[in-house]
């Protein structure tokens, strides 16, 4: 069955370094997603795309992130100079017809 | 505008029943439910559409009422697997672009 993957699972990284995250969508969905999931709270959009451009993003999605689309199959989210308050599950997700499927998450340690 | 979520815990013994309900203050386009298990990422359970509309998924359902502005998760005859976070998940317009997901609810089952 497809399925969404994600790399790293676990990324530690030092405030104010850039780190990048990896998602591969399934491939013949049309809407890809970032969320972040900070421990125990619930899941927030950050950024939809959809025909190679940003199709809608949150008050968190601030200069500090962006997405690229660099191939056919990858879809990376970039965080510049992170923070402490960076640290969270990210998660990827894409959909057609409405259901979203998860990747497993990276899970973003700042230290 | 995020829905809200009530409630924010439950504990059930196995083959009691729980509902879970999710508001939105306007009309929402669609409602989508999502469990996630301790250290994974959410996963799609159903979606709902229309007013009016009921759907079930084993024994786990939901409705989405008239004014689309509720929608409530039915757990029957709960089973240990149940046991979770569920978070609902809302649409306001047919773009697929941006959901927003309620606090979530912490259903736990015990023998």
């Known amino acids: 069955e497809p399925e969404v993957t994600q790399t790293p699972s676990h990324q530690v990284t030092q405030m104010g370094q850039e780190v990048i995250l990896r998602c591969v969508p399934i491939?013949?969905?049309?809407?890809f997603y970032w969320y972040r999931q900070i421990l125990g709270q619930k899941v927030e959009f950050l950024v939809s795309?959809?025909?190679?451009?940003?199709?809608?993003k949150s008050e968190i999605f601030d200069d500090q992130f962006s997405v690229e689309r660099p191939d056919g199959s990858n879809f990376t989210l970039k965080i510049r100079s992170t923070k402490l308050e960076d640290s969270a599950m990210y998660f990827c997700?894409?959909?057609?017809?409405?259901?979203?499927?998860f990747g497993p998450g990276t899970r973003l340690t700042v230290l | 505008q995020q829905p809200v979520q009530s409630p924010q815990a439950v504990i059930l013994r196995e083959g009691e029943d729980a509902v879970i309900n999710c508001s939105s203050s306007?009309?929402?386009?669609?409602v989508h439910w999502y469990r996630q298990k301790h250290g994974e990422a959410p996963v799609f359970l159903m979606i709902?559409?229309?007013?009016?509309e009921q759907k079930g998924h084993e024994k786990i359902s939901a409705s989405f009422n008239e004014k689309k502005q509720q929608s409530s998760l039915y757990l029957t005859a709960s089973q240990l697997s149940y046991s979770g976070t569920y978070f609902c998940?809302?649409?306001?317009?047919?773009?697929?672009?941006?959901?927003?997901f309620g606090t979530g609810t912490s259903l736990t089952v015990i023998p």
């Open positions: 997700a894409s959909n057609v017809r409405n259901e979203q499927f």
């Open positions: 491939s013949n969905h049309l809407y």
């Open positions: 795309f959809y025909n190679n451009e940003i199709s809608e």
């Open positions: 306007k009309a929402l386009y669609s």
């Open positions: 709902l559409l229309k007013g009016g």
């Open positions: 998940g809302t649409e306001k317009a047919n773009t697929g672009n941006q959901f927003y």
